[in-house]
């Protein structure tokens, strides 16, 4: 009597699984138009990032450069930016000592004399380029007769938000505790003028660090904006994001199309609960400044629109001139790029390359409109170059690019875009060679 009835219950158990089995692959058919059991096709879920250790955020406030990351940040390549061929088991580039993304801590001291030490400074744009466009960088530079037999090493101190004088500050500390440069590449001018005016807006002054970067760190820090409703939001949204790898990694593993499909909107549910609890920190109100222990500087002085965008321009040109002294001191080469932006450019757009890679309600819109004309006229001026400042004006360099050369509506580029400057900035190091002294 018990055996039958066991034997009932596992027949029916079976039939239940294989009726459930048969459901979801009918689902997952109609849904994608693929068998499940079928490769190559299965939707891979991604997961995101969650920082270790028991932190609130991966990020971090350095006394002198400001935002900048915790070491051992993986860099996490997208695909769509991925050489082509490229080993995805490859093993990923994390943050250095200092939190900038590097194979090498810093202070990076030559093995060879041989190297010629290439420094990379910027924004995100930066950023970017140091791990998707200084590879083709560094094959124009070896294939150079002035670099021909050298071996080229590229480090990057760029990172999202900074604009100058970040990169005079990070330079001379750097130069300070003895890292040593052959040739020194700074690419920037969009966040000057972009984040520049958001600091204005926001009553800090345009010196200042971006305070698009520096508010969600300062809201951490401070003791009277940790409260207890911001507090259990920022320890749901570390949970959810966990919950999510979890799923994403049972889902992209699973051999049964029902376990797939029930997961599938498991997973779709916890996304949706932390995008939600991600708009309602968001909405909470910001620590007021008088409160904060962290000091902005607020405005030096009342500008209207036209002084507030030539006061920009003259502390880009100003900082820029700084850093080319300092290097000069020291026999380093400096080229000094004005990015490429959409916002301000003469480069036509198909309507899938506009969907893309322009916003009209962009927040970075107004300053790039308004901001890169000044830039363009401090360059026209010619005290850079005067100086012997290498100047390259990127604001027309994708021009008769017919590809698509942004990745998305803020100002970053796709690999086609990265070779484009890595080829630009490879030419103007090349140029600036002879004009340096004699190494140390």
């Known amino acids: 009597m018990f055996r039958r009835a066991a034997s009932l219950f596992v027949v029916n158990l079976l039939v239940f699984a294989a009726a459930t089995e048969l459901v979801a692959l009918g689902i997952f058919y109609y849904q994608t138009g693929w068998l499940f059991y079928v490769d190559p096709y299965r939707p891979a879920f991604e997961t995101v990032p969650v920082t270790q250790q028991a932190r609130l955020t991966s990020a971090a ?111 001379s500390y750097f ?15 969009f966040n000057e003028v972009a984040l520049s005016r958001l600091n204005e807006e926001r009553g800090s002054d345009i010196s200042m660090p971006s305070v698009m970067h520096m508010d969600p760190l300062t809201t951490l820090l401070d003791r009277s904006s940790l409260t207890p409703e911001r507090l259990e939001l920022l320890a749901r949204i570390q949970a959810r994001r966990g919950q999510l790898n979890r799923l994403a990694e049972r889902l992209n593993t699973t051999s049964f199309a029902a376990v797939y499909v029930v997961l599938a909107r498991v997973h779709r549910v916890v996304e949706r609960t932390l995008q939600a609890d991600q708009v309602q920190l968001d909405a909470l109100p910001m620590a007021s400044a008088d409160t904060s222990l962290i000091r902005m500087t607020p405005r030096v002085r009342a500008r209207n629109q036209q002084e507030l965008y030539e006061d920009i321009a003259q502390n880009w040109m100003r900082a820029s001139l700084l850093m080319h002294t300092m290097l000069a001191a020291e026999g380093i080469s400096y080229v000094h790029v004005l990015q490429p932006n959409q916002y301000y450019t003469t480069r036509p757009f198909t309507p899938d390359q506009a969907a893309t890679a ?65 080829d630009a900035v490879a030419s103007a190091i090349v140029a600036a060679e002879p004009r340096s002294a004699t190494r140390p």
């Not at 012997?388 to 017919?402: A, I, K, P, S, Y």
Request: charged share 15%; hydrophobic share 35%; net charge neutral.
């Open 358 to 422: 322009v916003l009209e309600g962009s927040p970075f819109k107004p300053g790039a409109e308004q901001g890169y004309p000044r830039l363009e006229r401090a360059l026209d001026s010619g005290q850079l170059a005067r100086a012997g400042v290498v100047v390259v004006n990127g604001v027309h360099l994708f021009d008769r690019e017919t590809s698509p050369v942004y990745i998305d509506n803020c100002c970053h580029y796709t690999r086609r875009g990265n070779e484009l400057l890595a």
């Open 175 to 189: 130069l300070s505790i003895g890292q040593t440069f052959d040739a020194v590449v700074n690419i920037d001018g």
């Open 61 to 171: 406030l350095h006394p002198y450069f400001g935002p900048t990351h915790m070491p051992g940040v993986p860099f996490d390549m997208p695909e769509n930016l991925r050489a082509p061929g490229a080993d995805t088991r490859a093993p990923k580039v994390a943050t250095n000592n200092f939190g900038f993304t590097s194979q090498y801590d810093y202070p990076f001291v030559k093995t060879d004399p041989r190297q010629y030490v290439v420094g990379l400074f910027g924004g995100s744009v930066g950023a970017w380029f140091c791990e998707v466009g200084a590879e083709r960088m560094v094959q124009q530079l070896t294939a150079s007769a002035a670099l021909r037999g050298r071996t080229i090493v590229p480090l990057c101190f760029s990172h999202g938000g900074y604009k100058q004088p970040q990169q005079l500050q990070i330079l």
